[in-house]
């Protein structure tokens, strides 16, 4: 499974932007599909994820701001951010794992994609 993460870039504080994670696996919507992200100098945390069942899951950081979705006709997550935050600047990274019907927070995903940048400005 090849994954491919897009959409980052600059944005100024309380602004939007939408990452997408594309899969080139023929099986994606029986997968779990996580989004994480790392700053600099900090450990990589879970942003969100999304599971077969369209069972969805936000860290506390991110809830209310963040929405996860995706389309399995194109084989994208997309994770839409609303009211950027300068604290949500960091490398996004969308995972994928086969588990895809269990409790997503908790898969140890086996794909990773490579990141996007996302910066905020205040």
């Known amino acids: 499974v090849q994954l491919q993460a897009s959409g980052g870039g600059f944005v100024q504080a309380g602004g939007s932007l939408r990452l997408s994670c594309t899969s080139s696996?023929?099986?994606?919507?029986?997968?779990?599909i996580g989004w994480f992200r790392q700053a600099p100098g900090k450990e990589r945390d879970r942003v969100s994820c999304?599971?077969?069942?369209?069972?969805?899951d936000y860290s506390d950081s991110v809830k209310g701001r963040f929405t996860i979705s995706r389309d399995n006709a194109k084989n994208t997550v997309t994770l839409q951010m609303n009211d950027l935050k300068p604290e949500d600047t960091a490398v996004y990274y969308c995972a994928a794992d086969s588990r895809g019907g269990s409790y997503c927070p908790y898969i140890p995903y086996e794909y990773w994609g490579q990141g996007t940048l996302v910066t905020v400005s205040s």
């Open positions: 999304i599971n077969s069942a369209d069972t969805t």
């Open positions: 696996g023929r099986t994606f919507s029986t997968y779990a």
